[in-house]
């Protein structure tokens, strides 16, 4: 089946740091990618998405792009803020529509330090 | 903009005892609900989809008399675990996709750290 690998956290950062969460999938066809968010108290919140191959999603300074070649969709952020202190989530949706469910990576811990 | 609310955020209790979180739709109906699980350091793993008026549908694994879930209107689907032992400890959380949108437009909960002593 369809699945989402994500590298291991804590990621522990200086604020300004250059910020990179590696995820891999493994689907049959064409998924959709996603990062979602999630900061302490809150729900999951869709940061960036990226329908087809190198489509690049980008949201708040963070940037990911489609990679089908290596099955990819790795998070980026030129400099981090300590705002930016929250669990982030890879995850694909086979299909467009909203009653599908979402298949998830395990998350990444991030906390940024002043 | 939409928000779903999930209650309780965290939870004790003792083994052998049911536990009920609720998952309700602020400000939009939401016909199918889903249910997720995550034990640390795993992926959230679906655990159920939720559907008003019929029986939910449970993935492979997921024991349906142990996790019960009512999805008795458009905004609202409850999650309880009932007779809980310590392995159902987890955090869960629901996801609620408005009717007729996208998999651009799934809104979480906040979700419930369940810990059965």
């Known amino acids: 089946g369809d699945s989402v690998t994500q590298m291991e956290g804590p990621v522990t950062l200086s604020e300004e740091a250059f910020l990179t969460i590696n995820c891999t999938y493994t689907?049959?066809?064409?998924?959709?990618l996603f990062w979602y968010v999630q900061y302490p108290g809150e729900g999951l919140q869709l940061l960036l998405k990226?329908?087809?191959?190198?489509d690049k999603g980008s949201n708040k300074g963070f940037e990911a792009t489609y990679r089908k070649e290596t099955t990819s969709f790795h998070l980026e952020k030129g400099s981090v803020q300590v705002s930016d202190s929250a669990v982030y989530f890879c995850?694909?949706?086979?299909?467009?529509?909203?009653?599908?469910?979402?298949?998830f990576g395990k998350g990444t811990r991030l906390s940024v330090i002043a | 903009g939409a928000v779903v609310s999930q209650h309780p955020s965290w939870v004790i209790c003792k083994s052998g005892t049911s536990v009920k979180i609720e998952c309700r739709s602020l400000?939009?109906?939401?016909?199918?609900m889903f249910w997720y699980r995550q034990f640390p350091k795993q992926s959230l793993m679906l655990m159920a989809t939720?559907?008003?008026?019929?029986?939910?549908?449970?993935e492979q694994g997921v024991e349906k008399d142990k996790f019960l879930i009512n999805h008795a209107s458009l905004t609202l689907s409850t999650l309880t675990v009932t007779s809980a032992h310590p392995e159902d400890s987890s955090f869960y959380i629901c996801?609620?996709?408005?009717?007729?949108?996208?998999?651009?437009?799934?809104?979480f909960g906040s979700g419930t750290q369940l810990s059965v002593l």
């Open positions: 990226a329908t087809k191959a190198d």
């Open positions: 400000d939009f109906q939401a016909t199918t």
């Open positions: 689907a049959t066809g064409y998924p959709s």
């Open positions: 939720s559907n008003e008026g019929s029986k939910a549908t449970y």
């Open positions: 996801s609620a996709p408005p009717d007729g949108g996208t998999n651009e437009k799934l809104f």
């Open positions: 995850a694909l949706s086979a299909e467009a529509s909203g009653n599908t469910p979402l298949v």
